[in-house]
């Protein structure tokens, strides 16, 4: 059974990005075959798993509005067993080339039900913004996770966005869940991010991630080498972080292969 999740926050620079390439690479490393699904406009998933924007002829926004096939766009990367769906510049007009389409919402659903059973994972990097794009990558999701960048005004942020799922679950997909939140950025020498996450915690409880995503340069280095971190340093507190993600989504959806000397404690 595949499963669709899609990584969203309506806040901007929160990891967002960072997390969709990430742990759909440490799931493809984990042999899990895995889909990474570039729904941004902005393409960051797209170079950041090593694909030159000027080499790419088709992408999702040619899935979404001229019919074209998903198989037909589907690249390999670099990385056995993970495949990508490229975006493009283009996609800005998608959601006004698609304004008068019937069922609009459910367009990405159909693109990717064609394809889905060729996978074990679809990961969907969103849209920073809650356009039509966004409502299409949620309505196609089994589940979301959330990232939080660890400061005050991302908690600002997390509520605009479980607001935003809630609305799709009463309206267009009532089996849309919540993954988890996941923290991100994280520097535990100072106060307030420690204070961020036993807040979070607190309120949220269960559906916090126990992995924690803390500050680090790899990750940061990692894209401007058009490759994940686990690539770019398998040693790297980062590639460590999200490989122990991937290894807590497989815990929660019972999908692991691991030994129990393999898996995350949580």
């Known amino acids: 059974m595949t499963r669709i999740i899609g990584v969203a926050n309506q806040k901007g620079g929160v990891g967002k990005t960072t997390t969709a390439i990430n742990v759909a690479a440490s799931l ?13 406009p902005q393409a960051n998933s797209t170079t950041g798993t090593g694909f030159d924007l000027h080499n790419i002829t088709s992408s999702l926004y040619d899935c979404m509005v ?3 096939k998903a198989e037909d766009v589907i690249l390999k990367s670099d990385i056995p067993h993970l495949d990508v769906l490229p975006s493009h510049i283009d996609l800005v ?22 394809v889905k059973d060729r996978y074990d994972f679809v990961i969907i990097d969103c849209s920073p913004s809650l356009g039509l794009i966004t409502v299409n990558s949620l309505v196609a ?18 509520g605009k966005l479980l607001n935003t799922v809630k609305i799709v679950q009463s309206r267009l997909n009532p089996n849309l869940q919540i993954e988890g ?18 807040e979070l915690r607190r ?16 990750l940061s280095e990692a894209p401007s080498v058009g490759k994940p971190v686990i690539l770019y340093d398998a040693d790297s507190k980062g590639a460590n972080n999200y490989l122990n993600l991937a290894k807590e989504i497989l ?12 898996r995350i404690l949580v």
């Open 28 to 40: 493809a490393v984990l042999e899990y075959k895995t889909l990474l699904v570039d729904a941004d």
């Open 66 to 68: 001229n019919n074209v």
């Open 93 to 114: 007009g998608a959601e006004i080339e698609m304004i008068n389409y019937p069922n609009r919402e459910n367009v990405m659903k159909k693109i990717l039900d064609v």
């Open 141 to 158: 999701s089994n589940a979301v996770i959330v990232p939080v960048q660890c400061e005050f005004f991302a908690l600002e942020g997390l």
């Open 181 to 198: 939140i996941l923290m991100t950025m994280y520097d535990g020498r100072l106060r307030l991010c420690n204070q961020v996450v036993s």
């Open 203 to 218: 309120h949220f409880d269960d559906l916090v991630f126990a992995t924690i995503i803390h500050r680090n340069s790899k």
């Open 251 to 262: 815990q929660k959806n019972e999908m692991t292969k691991m030994t129990n000397e393999e």
